[in-house]
């Protein structure tokens, strides 16, 4: 069953790396994955680019178990030396775009949940969820889905990192600021200078300690990346605005660290999105504990993925290498598809069987 299982994955993954699913554009790899569920008697349902489906022998009076990974991909850098969409095999390494991010670890996290498909015996129901818009954050990827889904109980998200459990992962939040002065000519004195007001809150920006310091990623992190003032040499600008890049870590949420910027800062403070939140899980929750003892190691994940969008409990965890990810050329091993599968099997068989399958 495992040979066959691993066999299939990696014909899935070839397939899907031959079509074209940038953010957005992802409805014909979604057929393909619809229609190999399918295909073995697992009942699917969609919305949008999201496929998601349940273990045969669901049980709502169970918890469950949510497996996560993306079919969308960013679009080709000018780097590559070979067709992306090629899916070739050479030297153990199969090329194409979003072969590694995330196509090794979807294709791996579906081979794992046909596994388990119809195991009467489960601790633990299971939903997968392979779904759309991951590389640009969007709102019609799994964000859109997750009220579909039911009560989720804690998830796995697949993404690469060479089968090391990240057990936390970053937030972010982009905020657009502005400072008000009051024109006036430059010659007189007249006026009140908006960059030299902006200038007072973006050195609290530059040198505010938050308080609690996350023990994975040490203090959180912010920026002034973009500043914009004025119109010519001699007018007193009466506005200026900047931008701040706030990455947060698992000691906040973000709405406790926007509410600690307001407090502290004159300029008006406008976020983006407080969507983006940084997530974590106990290095103590059995599937955590179950991956220590297979002797994965743990870590804080600098990049941001869905699992900014749970708010449960969650590890992102996968075959492949995030130093591949949007890379020209990128591929990932077979062999790393072959061991994901069988790692998140083995790492799954205590925490959702009770060892009894």
């Not at 999105?273 to 103590?284: A, F, G, V």
């Not at 743990?298 to 969650?314: F, N, V």
Request: glycine residues 8%.
């Amino acid at each position: 069953m495992m040979e066959k299982l691993q066999n299939d994955a990696v014909a899935l993954l070839k397939e899907l790396i031959t079509i074209s699913s940038f953010s957005r554009e992802e409805d014909k790899t979604a057929d393909v994955i619809e229609a190999f569920l399918q295909e073995r008697k697992v009942k699917t349902q969609r919305q949008g680019n999201n496929i998601w489906a349940y273990n045969a022998h669901f049980d709502s009076s169970k918890p469950t178990l949510l497996l996560n990974s993306h079919h969308d991909t960013v679009k080709p850098n000018s780097g590559y030396s070979r067709d992306p969409f090629s899916a070739d095999v050479e030297d153990g390494k199969l090329y194409g775009l979003g072969s590694n991010d995330a196509g090794g670890c979807l294709v791996s996290l579906i081979a794992t949940f046909l596994y388990y498909y119809n195991a009467e015996d489960l601790t633990y129901n299971l939903c997968l969820a392979a779904t759309a818009e991951e590389e640009i954050s969007g709102v019609n990827g799994l964000e859109s889905i997750l009220p579909e889904l039911g009560v989720l109980d804690f998830a796995i998200v697949g993404e690469p990192t060479l089968m090391n459990l990240a057990i936390a992962e970053r937030g972010l939040m982009v905020l657009d600021c502005e400072v008000h002065g009051k024109a006036g000519h430059a010659a007189r004195e007249e006026g009140e200078n908006a960059i030299y007001k902006a200038l007072r809150d973006i050195e609290w920006f530059r040198s505010y300690r938050f308080a609690k310091v996350s023990e994975l990623f040490g203090p959180l992190k912010m920026s002034v990346t973009v500043i914009n003032a004025g119109s010519q040499h001699n007018v007193v600008p009466a506005l200026c605005s900047f931008t701040v890049d706030v990455r947060v870590t698992d000691a906040y949420t973000n709405e406790e660290v926007l509410k600690i910027i307001k407090t502290n800062v004159d300029c008006t403070v406008k976020p983006r999105s407080t969507r983006l939140k940084p997530s974590s899980i106990d290095k103590d929750h059995p599937i955590v504990q179950s991956g220590i003892r297979m002797g994965k190691q743990t870590y804080g994940s600098p990049t941001t993925s869905d699992q900014a969008l749970l708010s449960i409990p969650s590890v992102k965890v996968g075959p492949g290498d995030s130093a591949r990810s949007h890379m020209a050329d990128e591929y990932v091993y077979v062999q790393e598809i072959l061991d994901g599968i069988a790692g998140y099997v083995e790492m799954l068989k205590p925490v959702i069987t009770a060892g009894t399958l």
